[in-house]
């Protein structure tokens, strides 16, 4: 498994805090990272409960059968990180994701699918998704990513690095989405500018703050505002945006 390449890379800086109190400053929560899976198949809820709490710094805190219970489930346990699936009877993963990630304070989402489809991808991603994996990545993977996109990280499946890739090189609607992210870059400093496509290469905190002469926390400041200056949830998102606006 890989960050997306050529797009971002991990790095530890998180997106807005989660609903236990994820810090915003790159640290790991306090205690394990508590996990809420929601999957409509129990003999998946079973297994996926089975590799996390077979792990000492994860903790399974509840679980959902549907998309609609997530907002009650969230409200409940607290998690950090919330394994969603996609097809789901009532309301899909993708709708679930957009609506939690839209609330304030909302823990990060980690999708879990069967099903790789390249919208799916995207409008995951779009949504606030810091990640997108695969049910045949390796039970070590997938608490690995856990583990990161509990700080923030992005992480994904080398099948979705490949299906970014793509999108952000050409495709139908190019030329649209390039004026309209160019237009979102438009009122950035100069100096979040240079940050901005530093992310969209793919570069570390550490990388970029040897490039441009900072130090590692003024970087983390600084990707801290871009999200909240363009109105994003995590690092992918400004990566997309960047390459969407041709600048990388």
């Not at 996926?48 to 399974?60: F, P, R």
């Not at 856990?146 to 700080?151: E, F, H, S």
């Not at 990280?153 to 090189?169: F, G």
Request: no cysteine.
């Amino acid at each position: 498994m890989a960050a997306v390449a050529g797009l971002t890379s991990p790095s530890g800086e998180p997106g807005p805090a989660g609903s236990n109190g994820s810090p915003a400053d790159g640290g790991a929560p306090a205690g394990p990272v508590r996990v809420l899976i929601v999957d409509d198949d129990p003999l998946v809820r079973a297994a996926l409960s089975m590799i996390i709490d077979g792990v000492a710094d994860l903790l399974v805190v509840g679980e959902a059968t549907d998309g609609a219970e997530v907002p009650a489930a969230v409200a409940t346990y607290a998690p950090d990180v919330v394994l969603m699936d996609i097809r789901m009877p009532q309301l899909d993963g993708l709708a679930a994701t957009e609506k939690l990630r839209s609330a304030p304070n909302a823990p990060e989402v980690l999708v879990l699918t069967t099903f790789d489809a390249d919208e799916q991808v995207l409008r995951a991603l779009r949504a606030g998704a810091a990640g997108f994996l695969l049910k045949d990545t390796a039970p070590t993977e997938i608490v690995h990513a856990l583990r990161r996109v509990a700080v923030g990280e992005t992480m994904l499946s080398p099948t979705v690095t490949r299906q970014l890739v793509a999108h952000v090189t050409g495709g139908v609607g190019a030329d649209s989405r390039r004026q309209r992210a160019q237009g979102r870059l438009a009122g950035l400093s100069e100096r979040e500018r240079e940050v901005a496509i530093a992310l969209g290469r793919g570069r570390s905190n550490a990388e970029i703050a040897g490039e441009l002469f900072m130090s590692v926390a003024t970087v983390k400041a600084y990707v801290s505002r871009l999200l909240a200056k363009l109105d994003l949830n995590n690092r992918v998102q400004v990566a997309l945006l960047v390459h969407d606006a041709g600048l990388v």
